[in-house]
């Protein structure tokens, strides 16, 4: 087989000749630096993936197996590749799919095209099938995401998501799925993301919808027809979303025991305030938020008796801008447990030495601070982004501002990027080096401090 010099030859002779295609194959997948009886399958169009493709698409060994995880990415937009040999790869892929048994999770980046037209309607007559298929193969875990923030102009005529309308063998399979995570939202998709929600509605525990700008009244046929009656985990964040329908699909769905709710911006624009009837989030424990949201949106956290942990988004873009973090925080005091805070910078905005600047800038109020009120918080994690916390000025306020809190026992910090390495030691006037966490400890005797790295997602 190592005299066969073409991989289009090596491909022949295995579809061909039963005699030879083990070792065909064989010889071409070590050929490419690929183990096809991983449990765990990564393919990347940008790197080749088509070759691979076509070698599992046709090979006896792999059919009735299982495999764990399938992670297809078909690259960042496409300038130099016709949409064509996209869609060839997605119909190998999924005749490869078809021939396993089971398929654990699947995550799927769609490529983006400068011309949408004419790659939707062609995406269309291939992702949906690979979808089905991979449905069908009892799959728990979805995820589709794009190689861009998804922005679709609505067409000028809304499809009918309620009407099961699919291309002959395409009627997704349902019972299995468990979690769903929708990161692009086109046109060409909406019909089969309905459907597939509501044929493993009584299963299906965790839900995401992030990165998603467009189709609104589509959402909105999606949050009034759907319900889930196990759901769990609920993620949204970056979209564009009918609010008052999104409060209504909350309150019938009071299982939920993690919520992630930020960088939402409502179309139309809510006339009132928003109301929750009672009950709407007893099941909370974990609840991640912007300070925006936490004020405007959310009802009391005192009608949320199983909370445990918050988190808050802050992504401010200058010192003028915290007010509603300050605010955000006296929100807490309410809250009837012990819980654990974390406060993370987002990478887009400021770190927290621009909001102790203006803490401290005209000398510290304790009757005007919140942190004196949060008697809740036992535990506090700071991440703060690739900013670090070795800057001189925080390293020196961060044991004033942390004994303010009247109840905090343990400390994490995090941070990302070169910082990280540096979190160990903090130069001094240009002399010795000592060490942050020390002289941190030091000033904070009474608590457990420990560092961790961002991992960055």
């Known amino acids: 087989m190592d005299e066969i010099d073409?991989?289009?030859?090596?491909?022949?002779?295995?579809?061909?000749?039963?005699?030879?295609?083990?070792?065909?194959?064989?010889s071409y997948f070590l050929r490419h630096g690929f183990d096809?009886?991983?449990?765990?399958?990564?393919?990347?169009?940008?790197?080749?993936?088509?070759?691979?493709?076509?070698?599992?698409?046709?090979s006896l060994d792999l059919r009735d197996t299982s495999i764990d995880s399938l992670v297809y990415d078909s690259g960042q937009e496409f300038l130099n590749r016709a949409a064509?040999?996209?869609?060839?790869?997605?119909?190998?892929?999924?005749?490869?799919?078809?021939?396993?048994?089971?398929?654990?999770?699947?995550?799927?980046?769609?490529?983006?095209?400068?011309?949408?037209?004419e790659w939707e309607w062609k995406a269309k007559e291939a992702i949906i099938p690979l979808l089905s298929t991979v449905l069908s193969k009892s799959c728990r875990d979805i995820h589709i995401a794009t190689s861009s923030f998804s922005s679709y102009e609505?067409?000028?005529?809304?499809?009918?998501?309620?009407?099961?309308?699919?291309?002959?063998?395409?009627?997704?399979?349902?019972?299995?799925?468990?979690?769903?995570?929708?990161q692009t939202f086109p046109p060409f998709l909406r019909q089969f993301y309905f459907h597939t929600l509501r044929a493993n509605n009584s299963v299906l525990r965790s839900l995401s919808f992030t990165k998603v700008f467009g189709g609104g009244d589509?959402?909105?046929?999606?949050?009034?027809?759907?319900?889930?009656?196990?759901?769990?985990?609920?993620?949204?964040?970056?979209?564009?979303?009918?609010?008052?329908?999104?409060?209504?699909?909350?309150?019938q769905h009071p299982t939920l025991?993690?919520?992630?709710?930020?960088?939402?911006?409502?179309?139309?624009?809510?006339?009132?305030?928003?109301?929750?009837?009672?009950?709407?989030?007893?099941q909370l424990r974990t609840l991640t938020v912007s300070p925006e949201h936490l004020l405007s949106f959310l009802p009391p956290l005192s009608q949320m008796p199983l909370l445990t942990e918050v988190v808050i988004k802050i992504d401010e873009m200058g010192p003028s801008f915290f007010g509603p973090l300050d605010d955000s925080l006296r929100r807490l005091a309410v809250c009837t447990n012990k819980?654990?805070?974390?406060?993370?910078?987002?990478?887009?905005?400021?770190?927290?030495?621009?909001?102790?600047?203006t803490i401290f800038r005209n000398g510290l109020r304790l009757s005007e601070r919140p942190e004196p009120l949060l008697h809740c918080v036992e535990m506090l994690v700071m991440d703060n982004a690739d900013w670090g916390f070795t800057d001189?000025?925080?390293?020196?306020?961060?044991?004033?501002?942390?004994?303010?809190?009247p109840a905090v026992r343990t400390l994490t910090l995090k941070c990302g990027g070169p910082q990280f390495r540096n979190m160990l030691t903090l130069e001094e006037n240009g002399s010795s080096s000592v060490s942050f966490l020390e002289n941190l400890r030091e000033a904070c005797p009474e608590l457990y401090i420990e560092w961790l790295q961002n991992d960055g997602s």
């Open 154 to 182: 609505t067409p000028p005529k809304l499809s009918n998501l309620t009407k099961a309308h699919w291309p002959p063998k395409t009627q997704p399979a349902g019972g299995h799925l468990k979690t769903f995570s929708i």
């Open 218 to 251: 589509e959402w909105a046929t999606m949050l009034a027809n759907l319900h889930f009656p196990r759901l769990a985990k609920l993620h949204i964040s970056f979209v564009v979303f009918p609010r008052d329908l999104l409060i209504k699909f909350l309150t």
């Open 339 to 357: 819980i654990t805070l974390s406060l993370e910078i987002n990478r887009t905005g400021v770190g927290f030495g621009a909001w102790f600047h």
């Open 392 to 405: 001189s000025v925080l390293a020196a306020q961060l044991p004033v501002w942390l004994r303010l809190f």
């Open 6 to 26: 073409l991989d289009e030859d090596l491909l022949s002779l295995a579809a061909t000749s039963r005699l030879f295609h083990q070792l065909s194959l064989r």
């Open 36 to 58: 096809p009886t991983s449990k765990n399958l990564l393919l990347n169009s940008y790197e080749g993936s088509f070759k691979v493709v076509s070698a599992l698409a046709i």
């Open 84 to 117: 064509d040999e996209l869609v060839q790869e997605v119909r190998l892929l999924t005749r490869y799919v078809s021939k396993l048994s089971t398929v654990g999770s699947v995550f799927i980046r769609l490529a983006t095209y400068y011309q949408p037209k």
């Open 257 to 282: 025991a993690e919520f992630e709710y930020h960088h939402i911006r409502y179309k139309p624009t809510p006339k009132y305030p928003a109301r929750f009837k009672k009950g709407a989030f007893e």
